[in-house]
């Protein structure tokens, strides 16, 4: 079978802002991954042997020159130590156990954090491809006739809409995010597409790679200071290494509500926006616009990123109501450069404990403003409730 991952630039580009961040400010912290099957997904015979013959040749990966020269033309926020670190880099399918009970899937994935963080969007792409290879799920091809990009990217035309590729980890095929992303960028000055979140798409197409950080960042600084001073020093450290590159912030690993009341004058000011990836997408908009006028800032002069579950239908709706009010841009995955007539895969791959400076084990949670994307045991859940008066 065909090596399923083929360049270690396969993957979103939050995961390397994230490991240069890392190397930066907590080289010596551990950590544990785990995987979590939202959807109750049942995986074929087999499917954890194929799955770890996979994650094994991912170790043959490396950085090549070209790659290398790119990263530094396109990416100057990452140093060059960084790119020289990264041009080392080598997986190692050791940090990754796979165990299959029957139909159930159990992966996880423990070592040093800058080791280990890369892991996450290469194999949960590479348990979406495998799934609907063992399964022989096709791509409808009707359903996608009637649901085409040509359309779709008309639509965003027609509104206006800013919108980039976030289809990587829950993709049906590596070669059809490809044609996607191909299709778009053939049409790039017609149109709104503003890129992709994955690096190796963004390099082959020429085009921006787009990404800032995951819950992961907030979860872990959590972890080591405590929940009331998390958000504050996720941001600090964040703006300490990216001296304001990279200005969008995730604001609901603790809810929305208790990230706003961290993100004051000097944050708003020095972060271009934030993104959002739970609960209602109006809600959230209102509460951000109401948020930077009471702190004195216009809010036409800041942007949300909308991630969460989106279609072509949502996202206009979405706009429409931001349009005079505040910026807006969108990253759209499963239902996009992914709408291809099959189910995808409801998943995730989460931070579950940290030791952040060879200190014992901290659970490391996350409490979304959608009560069914909390993740981490439930003590600990309600202990950070608890702390942060929710």
Request: glycine share 8%.
């Amino acid at each position: 079978m065909k090596q399923i991952i083929n360049s270690i630039l396969d993957n979103d580009l939050y995961k390397y802002s994230m490991m240069n961040a890392v190397i930066k400010k907590f080289p010596d912290a551990k950590v544990k991954y785990k995987f979590i099957n939202r959807g109750k997904h049942k995986f074929p015979d087999g499917f954890g042997g194929r799955l770890r013959k996979e994650v094994k040749k991912m170790e043959k990966l490396f950085l090549t020159e070209s790659e290398k020269i790119w990263l530094e033309k396109t990416c100057p926020y990452f140093d060059h130590a960084f790119i020289n670190y990264l041009e080392g880099y080598k997986y190692d399918s050791s940090n990754i156990g796979i165990i299959q009970n029957g139909m159930d899937l159990n992966i996880s994935i423990e070592g040093y954090w800058a080791d280990t963080i890369l892991w996450e969007v290469p194999v949960m792409a590479l348990i979406s491809e495998l799934y609907f290879i063992m399964t022989n799920e096709k791509i409808d091809d009707e359903y996608v006739k009637t649901k085409t990009v040509n359309d779709k990217m008309g639509l965003f035309r027609l509104n206006g809409l800013h919108y980039a590729d976030f289809g990587t980890r829950r993709r049906y095929s590596y070669q059809n995010q490809h044609d996607v992303v191909k299709q778009m960028t053939g049409r790039i000055k017609n149109s709104l597409f503003v890129g992709t979140s994955n690096t190796q798409l963004a390099y082959e197409f020429g085009i921006k790679p787009i990404g800032t950080h995951a819950h992961e960042w907030f979860m872990f600084h959590a972890a080591k200071y405590g929940y009331k001073l998390a958000n504050q020093l996720a941001m600090e450290n964040w703006t300490d290494v990216y001296r304001g590159d990279l200005g969008i912030a995730l604001a609901d690993t603790f809810t929305s509500d208790v990230f706003f009341r961290s993100f004051d004058k000097k944050f708003a000011k020095l972060y271009d926006g934030v993104r959002h990836d739970s609960g209602d997408a109006i809600e959230f908009a209102t509460k951000v616009i109401e948020h930077y006028k009471k702190i004195g800032i216009d809010p036409i002069t800041k942007v949300i990123v909308f991630s969460d579950g989106l279609n072509p239908e949502l996202a206009v709706k979405i706009k429409k109501f931001c349009i005079g009010k505040i910026m807006s841009s969108f990253g759209i995955g499963t239902n996009f450069s992914n709408d291809v007539g099959v189910k995808a895969l409801n998943m995730v791959i989460k931070l579950i404990e940290t030791k952040p400076n060879g200190e014992e084990w901290h659970d490391c949670i996350k409490l979304s403003d959608d009560i069914g994307k909390h993740t981490g045991r439930e003590y600990e859940i309600q202990l950070c409730k608890q702390i942060l008066n929710i």
